[in-house]
């Protein structure tokens, strides 16, 4: 059982470098979300995934763009990294429309220095 | 908006007691909860949900409480055991789970 699978699950970045995380899952979900945490934080949405082909800001979205390449995969981009953007990223699906919890991958621990 | 939030960030509890989480949270309007378990460099893990139509659900070892009066809800684990150290988190919705908001967690320690 899969489920939700990130990579890579750790990086380190220069202040300026790009970066794409991955995340899949198999659970033949329609919504994925990512989030970051932060220490001392719960988790905060950069953005999500109502279905395939729709993408939609969440609460902290700016410095981060979003693809959904298809129903398994969304992927997270950051364009020129910034040291405020270390964190861990968690991604995770959901069915939409169903009153039920959302599922969520281990995680990519980032450090960008 | 929502707003979520725990009101101990560290819980210590014995090997054997139970333990209570609380959380309270601020929108009338969320009428679904969940409450998520997450071990160190592991992502949070479901473990247990409460719609706004129930005071109260039960499941293996674990209870939530929700009392929409003072907008609060709690998780109660009994017979605490050092697996269960971990950080909680609750979160809550207002229909679908399709935007979770989540409160920045209570630090269980089980100490022998």
């Known amino acids: 059982n899969a489920g939700v699978t990130q990579t890579p699950k750790f990086q380190v970045l220069k202040t300026g470098q790009s970066m794409t995380l991955q995340c899949a899952q198999d659970?033949?979900?329609?919504?994925m979300y990512w989030y970051r945490q932060d220490p001392g934080m719960g988790l905060r949405l950069i953005y999500y995934?109502?279905?395939?082909?729709?993408?939609d800001k969440g609460e902290v979205p700016n410095g981060y763009n979003v693809s959904r390449l298809n129903k398994r995969e969304f992927s997270l981009r950051l364009e020129s990294a910034a040291p405020s953007q270390t964190s861990v990223y968690f991604c995770?699906?959901?069915?939409?429309?169903?009153?039920?919890?959302?599922?969520f991958g281990d995680g990519t621990r980032l450090s960008i220095l | 908006g929502e707003s979520v939030g725990l009101h101990l960030p560290t819980l210590s509890v014995q090997e054997g007691d139970n333990s209570i989480i609380n959380c309270a949270y601020s929108?009338?309007?969320?009428?679904?909860f969940i409450w998520y378990k997450q071990e160190s460099g592991k992502g949070p893990q479901f473990i247990i949900d409460i719609r706004s139509n129930m005071d109260k659900r039960q499941g293996q070892r674990v209870t939530v409480l929700l009392n929409k009066t003072v907008k609060h809800l709690s998780l109660q684990i009994a017979a605490t055991q050092p697996g269960d150290s971990a950080v909680y988190f609750c979160a809550g919705d207002t229909g679908t789970a399709s935007k979770l908001t989540f409160g920045t967690g209570t630090r269980l320690q089980v100490t022998l």
């Open positions: 929108n009338s309007a969320s009428d679904y």
């Open positions: 659970m033949n979900h329609n919504s």
């Open positions: 995770a699906s959901g069915r939409q429309g169903a009153v039920e919890p959302q599922h």
């Open positions: 995934s109502a279905s395939e082909g729709t993408t």
